[in-house]
Nanobody, 121 residues
Framework: QVQLVESGGGLVQAGGSLRLSCAAS????????MAWYRQAPGNERELAAR???????NYADSVKGRFTISRDNAKNTVYLQMNSLKPEDTAVYYC???????????????WGQGTQVTVSS
């Protein structure tokens, strides 16, 4: 059983900052890519930022230069530092991870329950 638990969402004014955290727990052998996706009302879920197990990152064009993704492999945790927030960043943010639960097993995709980020103008 694997769980991803997010925290850190909330309401912030435009120009402000928030830091999201997502901790993976349970029967974990190895974690590959971790990422943050977001979904605004009426829109499809989209990738905001992704980080590999080695620390390579990629970002959606809309968040480049404002968001920073990082991870602590010892804690099985991924973070998203969001600066210079805009009203259009308002969305539910979902944590994602590719996880093996045993040696030689397959990579499975896991999602968190989502955390609301609301940016007021």
């Amino acid at each position: 059983q694997v769980q991803l638990v997010e925290s850190g969402g909330g309401l912030v004014q435009a120009g402000g900052s928030l830091r999201l955290s997502c901790a993976a727990s349970g029967s974990i052998f190895s974690i590959n890519d971790m990422a943050w996706y977001r979904q605004a009302p009426g829109n499809e879920r989209e990738l905001a930022a992704r980080i590999t197990s080695g620390g390579s990152t990629n970002y959606a064009d809309s968040v480049k230069g404002r968001f920073t993704i990082s991870r602590d492999n010892a804690k099985n945790t991924v973070y998203l530092q969001m600066n210079s927030l805009k009203p259009e960043d308002t969305a539910v943010y979902y944590c994602y991870a590719q996880i093996k639960t045993r040696p030689g097993g397959l990579w499975y995709q896991y999602w968190g329950q989502g955390t609301q980020v609301t940016v007021s103008s």
